[in-house]
C-alpha cells in the first residue's frame, strides 16, 4: 500500500473532526461508456491474466470486484485508486499502460462493480480525480464528490517513509553476524540458536513487560515468526498476505495480498508458513500454493514470482526458505502416500527467481540411495517431507536439512528379497547439501525403517563443541543426535527419557535398538510412547551457546496402539502421568544431563525463546505466553494472549528499546490432540490471528 494513501486517510479523518466545509455539491461525477469500453479491452490486454475473467476470479491477485474490493476501496479517492493502479501494476511492468489507460481500465472496474455510465468522462487529471470519492456500498453505487481537504502540515506527517528509505540492504555479512536488534530469518542466526543476545528485559525486570501494540493479521492458520531489520517488521499470515508494520508503534507500512479468498481458506488450502527470509532489499515468501514470491521490502511491490512444485498435485511448502550466498532454498513436503513421490529442497537465484538446482529427499531406482526402498516403483515411494527451513555453516560451505518419515509404510514392513534394502533413504535424514550446486555432501540417517511417525524433520543446530563443529538435532522421540558437520559421523546421542521406542544407541554408529515390542504382528493394543504427536514437534528448541545448554519445549504423551501406527490412535496419559502435559527442559549437552525441568499442565504450543538476559520465552495450549529463568526454569512472568500461539516468539530492539513479539490465533494444528487430554482449555471458536508486542514499562 503506498504511504502517501495512508496520509490521505488521516487527512480525511482530521478534516471531517475539525468539520471543514464540504465542496458545493455539483453534478455527481461519472465516467463514459466508450471510457467502460475501451478500458475492458485494456484490461483484458494487461491486467486479466492476474486479476481473472471477471474481475474476482484471478489466481494471483486480489478481486476487483464485489465485496473484497469495495471494503478496501469504497469511500476512497480516486485520485489515489489511480495513482495506485499506475504507481504498482502491473507488477514488474510499471508504465507499460499509459495513465489514459489505466483511468479507461478503472472505469470499466467502477462499471464491473455496478457504477452507471454518464454523461462526463472520468478526468485523468490528478487534481479532478482527487475531488472524485468511490462508491461506499455495492447497493448505492455511485460516485460522489469528495470533500475539500485542509492541507496536512509537512511537520505533521509520520515518519514512516523514512523508516523503509533508511533500510538498509541486507548482506551476506549481516546474515552471517546479524545486528543483537535484527531477526533476519527463521532462527536469527544461520546455526539456528533462536537465541538472542539481547539483555534490556532480564530475570529482575520481566515482570514489567506488557503490551505496547497489537496488529490483526489476516485470516488463516499461522505460525509464523516475523522478520526484524532495522525498526520494520515484516509478518506473513497464512493466506499469503504480507506487511511490513513499524516495529516500534505497529503503523502499517505496506501490505502485500495474494489471492487466497475465502473459498481457498474453508477448503484448507491454505497453509502456515513458519518464516519468511530477507536479502538485499527482497523479503522472500513461500505461498500455500507452493510458490516463493519476492517483494521488495520498502515498496511491498511484488519482484518475481516462481512456482516451486505443484500444489494441486499435493507438495506443499510449510517451512520457508533459507538465504544463503544469494540462493533461496526452500523445503517441500512430499505428497500424499495415495500418489507417491517425496519431499524436495529447490534453489532459486534470488535476483531472478530462476530455479538453480533441485534435491529429491526421496531416491528413486537407479539413484544412490533408490536400493533402500525395497524396490518399490517411483509412484509408491513417498514422505521424506522438509517441514522447517534448514541451517547453514558459512565456513563449511554447507546447508543443513532435515526430513520427516515414510508415508507408506506396508509395503516396507518386510525384505521383498533376502538381501534388499529397506533403509528408506533419505527419510529422517540431516542432508549437508553445497549451497551452490545442490550437491550432497553427506547424510546421516537418524532412523532407518520408520514405521512409527517419527519425524527427524525438526531444526538442525550447529554449534561448536570442544573444538567440533557438530549438527545436532532430535524427532519426536526427543532423542537429539549429534554428528560431526564437515563429515556426518556420529558424535553422541542424549535423549529426554519421554519414549519407549529406541532401546539403546550404538555409541559408535548411532544406530538404534528398537523395542520389538512396539511392532506387534497380531494387532496386540500397546502403549507407545510418545504419541505421534510426539515427545516434541516442530516448536523449535533454543540453544544458550555461552552456556552450552539446550532449551526444548516437550510434551508428555503415549497413545493407544493396535497394529502399526495410525495418527488416529487415542492419545493417553502416560503411565504414571501426574496430569501436566507440558514441559520446557534445560539440557547440558556437553554432559547430556537434565539441568532442569518446568512441568505444566497445558502442552507447549511455540518454539522457545533463550534470551542473554536470562528469560526463556514460551507459551502453551491454554493462552499463556510466560516468561522463565534460564537457570531454573522457575516461571517469572506470564500473560494471557487473544488465542493460543502456534507461532515463534522472538525479541529484537529498535533504538535502544528491546521487544518481544509472536503471533497468536487462527486455526491451530496441535489443539486437536489436547482437547481430549485437558478439555477445560477454551478457546475462541473463529480466530484472527493477533501479532502482540511487549516492552517494559516504567
Ligand atoms: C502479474 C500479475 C498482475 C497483473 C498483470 C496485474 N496485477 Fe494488479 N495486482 C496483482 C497483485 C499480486 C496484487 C496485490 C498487491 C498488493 O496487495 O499489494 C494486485 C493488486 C491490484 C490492485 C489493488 C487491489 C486492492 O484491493 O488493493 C489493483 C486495483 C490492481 N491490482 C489493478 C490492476 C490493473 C488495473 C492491472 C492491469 C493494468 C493489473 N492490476 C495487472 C497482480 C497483478
Redesign the pocket.
Known sequence: ?NCDFRIGVRIALVAVSLGVAHAASAAPPTFTEEQATSGKG??EA??????GTTLDN?Q?????KGE??IT??GGRNAGD?IS??AG??????VG??DRD??VK??AY?LQSNGVRAGETALPSDADKLASITLPNSAADATLQPSRTMVTWPEEMRPEIPALLKNLRPVTDEMLRAPSDDDWLSWRRTYDSHGFSPLKQINAHNVRKLSLVWSWSMAPGTVESTPLIHDGVMYVQSGND?IQALDAATGDLL??????AGAADLRLGKVRAKRNMAIYGTTIFAATSDAHMLAINATS???LW?QQIADSQQGWNLTSGPLVARGKVIQGVAGRSREHGGGGMIVALDSRSGKELWRFNTVAMPGEPGGETWNDLPPERRSGGSVWTAGSYDPALNLVFFGTGNDYDIMPVQHKATPGSNIDLLYTDTTLALNPDTGKLLWYFQHMPNDLLDLDWAFERTVLDLNGRKLVMTGGKLAIFDAVDAASGKFAFSHEFGLQNIVQAVDPITGAKKLNPEMFPEDGRERVMCPSSYGARNWMASSYDAARKILYVPLEHTCALQQGLPSIFAPVIPSKNSDGKYGDLSAMDVQTGKILWRERVRHAQSSGVLATAGGVLFNTDVDRWLRANDSLTGAELWKVRLSDAANAFVITYAVKGKQYVAIAAGGPKVIMGTFAQLTPEVRLPAASVPVMSVFALTN
Open positions: 500500500m485494456a484490461y494487461n491486467c486479466l491474466r492476474c486479476h484471478g494471483f491477485a486480489m478481486p476487483l473484497t474490493f478496501r476501496w485508486f495506485q493502479v504498482t501494476m502491473p507488477p514488474g511492468l507499460s499502460v489507460t489505466i481500465i478503472v472496474i498476505v505496506w501490505s502485500y495480498t495474494r489471492n511491498g511491490l511484488l514470482d
